[in-house]
Nanobody
Framework: QVQLVESGGGLVQPGGSLRLSCVAS????????MAWYRQAPGKQRELVAQ???????NYVDSVKGRFTISRDNAKNTMYLQMNSLKPEDTAIYYC?????????WGQGTQVTVSS
């Protein structure tokens, strides 16, 4: 059972930046696929960015050019660098991973973009 713990959320003004971290309880080298999802109030959870263990990445159109997903296998950590934040980026952000033993979710971290 892999445990995922997110951190780095908070309140930021429009145009600001945040970096989210997702620390795994075991080597992420073993995880085939990792991703960030988000869920805004009253909306469905949506895929924001994904990265494979070959470092192939993909983003939802609304964040392309502003967000960057990355992973550091040595630190068992995945990141989401978020720049030029907009009020519509406000949501709970969740870490997700797929490994040989199953799929895993973190508990989420709140990101609020407001002046």
């Amino acid at each position: 059972q892999v445990q995922l713990v997110e951190s780095g959320g908070g309140l930021v003004q429009p145009g600001g930046s945040l970096r989210l971290s997702c620390v795994a309880s075991e080597s992420i080298f073993k995880l085939y696929y990792m991703a960030w999802y988000r869920q805004a109030p009253g909306k469905q959870r949506e895929l924001v960015a994904q990265i494979t263990n070959g470092d192939n990445t993909n983003y939802v159109d609304s964040v392309k050019g502003r967000f960057t997903i990355s992973r550091d296998n040595a630190k068992n950590t995945m990141y989401l660098q978020m720049n030029s934040l907009k009020p519509e980026d406000t949501a709970i952000y969740y870490c997700y991973a797929v490994g040989s033993s199953g799929n895993y979710w973190g508990q989420g971290t709140q990101v609020t973009v407001s002046s």
